[in-house]
């Protein structure tokens, strides 16, 4: 159902063209929406979930905390990560490999190639040398000389040695190893230098006696480049294999969970001392199938996701300073319940339209000045200045709910930022279906999201006022009945009470405004031109938005009128 008026266009002539032009936007703009911004380590849903995981931290369960794409590149996740290590008692905060590390590293194994790290001690793994290198000796120290059991009777023999070809190489002695060369900068080594051990011992001195057992490893997955080997470079990789690495990336995180498991479990430790580790990944970071192994295992790991962390109430506080500095349409009158109500729509339509996605929340407040004429426009703007999602990279949305955690049908999807969990719903992110995203959309499809999103926020800003005005209109009614309130009660109310007895002004006091409007007309109830005025505009407005319509922009610009005057009134 649309707005009545619509069956009358000269009903909505505009009085005053120049009340109504669209202004210029540098003109009302905000230049800097940042410098308005609430912190989002301050909202409500950011720090429930750091309390989530520190609680987990504090009863001894090791944490993984799988963020979004969008959430490292924005800084988020470092501030997450950094609320969340801060809440144990003795914390050890695993630095990056830095930004030399890779250079370094290549430098490194051109300048000194690696040997093999465990050559067949049966096999000579050189050639011989040329007649040039012939006064080269072929061993280092004297004590690998081979030792002949021959008697030594005055003759010379031969042992069948060429000097023109040079001597035979013998094998290189075996090197002594542990089974495993850790990288100087990988985690094990980057870990044992916060603890002052070895990179072999780094684990074991977690557990060891007389050390604070209690220790919260933080971990930002992101930073690791590549895994424990010296020939990675941890550039041009692929998203499982980085180049030169002979390990998946995240390995050496998947290794450290298992270690750290073993060695609590030899030592024997109880949940309140055991250390425990706090890694901040990204779903890329890790091998595939850690995050679900990590959940069935021992009950000794927390998998938390950034999935529906932020709600309505996050995205209202971050963008209430940029309202507050934002563009207002011009050349209306001023009252203060009219603005109130003009900017609670604004800002729940924002909320409805951009969800969690913060960035994008502030920029469309600082853009968009309420009027609906200019809502896709200023809509399409912003997307265009921010990076989002693709249509691609959102599948086909088969459930209405989210549940804790998303599928694995949706995990690409959600690193992506293309799905969100919205107020409990599944929902798919606005740059999936705007036309300012890199796929053409059907104009008529975001003219019926966009209607559909701006009809849920009027709802849920315009009920409680429709309601409330109501119940005024109800009880100013009272005095102006031309018939009993039982007779007007049982021949208008569409559910008439069985036994009306001697609450009959209760009832009526109850009764919806359509019902009330038909006692008006019918002449059981007279209401003053005001009242009757405003009871008509409510009728209009309870209807549209109950059809999930639009109200129009002039149409609310009356309701607001008829309000604050209603108010007066009173």
């Not at 669209?22 to 750091?50: F, I, K, N, Q, S």
């Not at 997450?80 to 905060?93: F, I, K, T």
Request: net charge negative; hydrophobic share 40%; charged share 25%.
């Amino acid at each position: 159902m649309t707005d009545a008026r619509a069956l009358d266009p000269a009903a909505y002539a505009v009085r005053d063209p120049a009340a109504y032009a669209v202004r210029d936007p540098a003109e009302y703009a905000v230049r800097d929406p940042a410098a308005y911004a609430v912190r989002p380590g301050e909202l409500p849903g950011v720090r429930a979930r750091v309390r989530a995981v520190a609680a987990d931290l504090a009863a001894g369960r090791n944490c993984l905390w799988l963020v979004t794409d969008a959430l490292v590149e924005s800084g988020l996740a470092e501030e997450l990560y950094r609320e969340a290590l801060r809440s144990g008692p003795v914390h050890v905060d695993v630095p990056a490999p830095g930004p030399e590390t890779a250079s370094t590293r290549a430098r490194e194994a051109q300048l000194h190639p690696d040997p093999d790290p465990d050559p067949d001690p049966h096999l000579d793994p050189h050639p011989h040398p040329g007649p040039a290198q012939v006064d080269a000796p072929p061993w280092g120290d004297a004590d690998e000389l081979p030792f002949l059991d021959l008697s030594d009777d005055g003759f010379d023999l031969d042992l069948g040695w060429s000097l023109q070809a040079g001597p035979p190489r013998l094998p290189a002695p075996r090197r002594a190893s542990d089974g495993h060369r850790h990288d100087p900068y990988g985690l094990l080594a980057r870990l044992g230098k916060e603890l002052s051990a070895e990179p072999d011992e780094a684990v074991a001195a977690l557990v060891a006696p007389g050390r604070d057992r209690r220790t919260v490893v933080g971990i930002r997955a992101w930073t690791e480049h590549d895994g424990d080997t010296r020939t990675g470079t941890g550039t041009g990789a692929g998203p499982g294999t980085d180049a030169g690495a002979t390990h998946p990336r995240g390995a050496p995180v998947e290794r450290l969970f298992r270690a750290l498991a073993a060695a609590v479990k030899e030592a024997g430790l109880p949940p309140g001392e055991r250390p425990r580790l706090l890694v901040v990944a990204r779903l890329r970071d890790l091998p595939e199938t850690l995050p679900d192994e990590l959940r069935h295992g021992l009950g000794d790991t927390t998998v938390h996701w950034w999935w529906g962390a932020l709600g309505r109430h996050d995205t209202a506080a971050a963008i209430a300073p940029v309202l507050d500095h934002g563009p207002t349409a011009g050349g209306r009158d001023r009252d203060p319940l009219g603005e109130r109500i003009r900017r609670a729509v604004r800002s729940e339509t924002v909320v409805e339209i951009c969800g969690p996605d913060l960035e994008l929340a502030r920029l469309l407040a600082a853009e968009w000045d309420g009027t609906q004429h200019t809502l896709g426009a200023a809509l399409g703007r912003c997307l265009a200045s921010v990076p989002g999602p693709a249509p691609a990279d959102c599948p086909p949305l088969r459930r209405i709910g989210a549940l804790a955690r998303p599928g694995a049908e949706l995990r690409r999807a959600w690193a992506r930022g293309a799905v969100v969990a919205w107020e409990g719903l599944l929902r798919p992110h606005v740059a999936v279906w705007h036309p300012a995203a890199p796929a053409s959309a059907s104009g008529a499809d975001v003219r019926a999201r966009l209607a559909a999103h701006l009809s849920q926020a009027q709802q849920r800003v315009l009920s409680p006022w429709i309601e409330e005005a109501r119940q005024r209109l109800a009880a100013r009614a009272l005095g102006h009945l031309n018939r009993p309130a039982a007779a007007v009660v049982a021949d208008h109310a569409d559910r008439p009470p069985a036994h009306l007895g001697g609450e009959a002004e209760r009832y009526f006091l109850e009764l919806q405004v359509g019902e009330l409007l038909r006692a008006h007309i019918s002449g059981a109830l007279a209401l003053p031109p005001d009242d009757a005025r405003l009871l008509r505009l409510l009728v209009m407005a309870r209807n549209v938005l109950a059809h999930r319509s639009v109200l129009y922009d002039r149409t609310l610009d009356d309701l607001c009128a008829e309000l604050a005057g209603a108010d007066l009134r009173a």
